[in-house]
């Protein structure tokens, strides 16, 4: 079935830590993107991705990195997690196209850095 | 700067009257707006765009650029419409870009 996983789907840990969050999508959608959303608060994009090997910075500024090395993985890390990075963590992806296609988002990771 | 502006964090309203949901942008070029909704325990998913200009569970939305205004209405909410709604823009063409607004809670009371 098409869709979007992401985990873990919560996580507790130290600072200092390097972590790893997954996101795999089956929806063969080209455009990959990684959200950070605080309680009651709005989505910022911190990266996204229109392929294999594209990868840019979204308008968040974020101390995490990404890799895309396959069409359906879109990772992200962060080297030395810290108390700041405490958030949840929204993965979606959409089609190829000129103008905007819909965003299909996952479940998202809650991220807590003590 | 501030994209998508929600001004209501919160909003309640009583079964079967109607609804307002308002949101605002600020984009030079031709956006694209859309809104999405997030029930509880269920992802974010897309409600509708204006380029559809379509009704979808009863909601419309209509881009009015003079007023930079993209508000979404129902005219008899219902208690399934419960949920968290957002308002996003697109930058047309490039697609480098999308912005959410911080969101409005909607509660209908039965």
């Known amino acids: 079935e098409a869709d979007i996983y992401q985990t873990p789907r919560y996580l507790v840990i130290g600072t200092g830590k390097k972590i790893t969050l997954e996101c795999s999508q089956t929806m063969g959608h080209d455009k990959m993107y990684w959200y950070q959303q605080d309680p009651g608060m709005e989505l910022h994009l911190i990266h996204y991705?229109?392929?294999?090997?594209?990868?840019e910075k979204g308008d968040l500024s974020s101390e995490s990195t990404v890799s895309r090395i396959r069409t359906e993985h879109f990772p992200l890390t962060l080297e030395s997690a810290r108390p700041s990075h405490t958030s949840q963590y929204l993965c979606?992806?959409?089609?190829?196209?000129?103008?905007?296609?819909?965003?299909?988002f996952g479940p998202g990771t809650r991220l807590t850095v003590l | 700067a501030q994209r998508v502006t929600q001004p209501e964090k919160l909003l309640s309203v009583f079964k079967g009257a109607p609804v307002e949901l308002k949101c605002n942008y600020s984009y030079s070029g031709s956006p694209e707006l859309f809104w999405y909704v997030q029930y509880s325990r269920q992802r974010l998913q897309l409600l509708l765009r204006?380029?559809?200009?379509?009704s979808i569970k009863g909601f419309t939305a209509d881009l009015n650029k003079g007023e930079t205004s993209f508000h979404l209405k129902k005219p008899f909410a219902q208690e399934e419409d419960s949920a968290m709604y957002y308002c996003a823009l697109g930058e047309w063409g490039t697609g480098n870009q999308f912005y959410f607004g911080t969101g409005t809670s909607l509660t209908v009371i039965p």
């Open positions: 979606a992806s959409s089609r190829q196209g000129g103008s905007y296609n819909e965003q299909f």
């Open positions: 204006h380029i559809s200009r379509e």
């Open positions: 991705s229109y392929g294999v090997n594209s990868t």
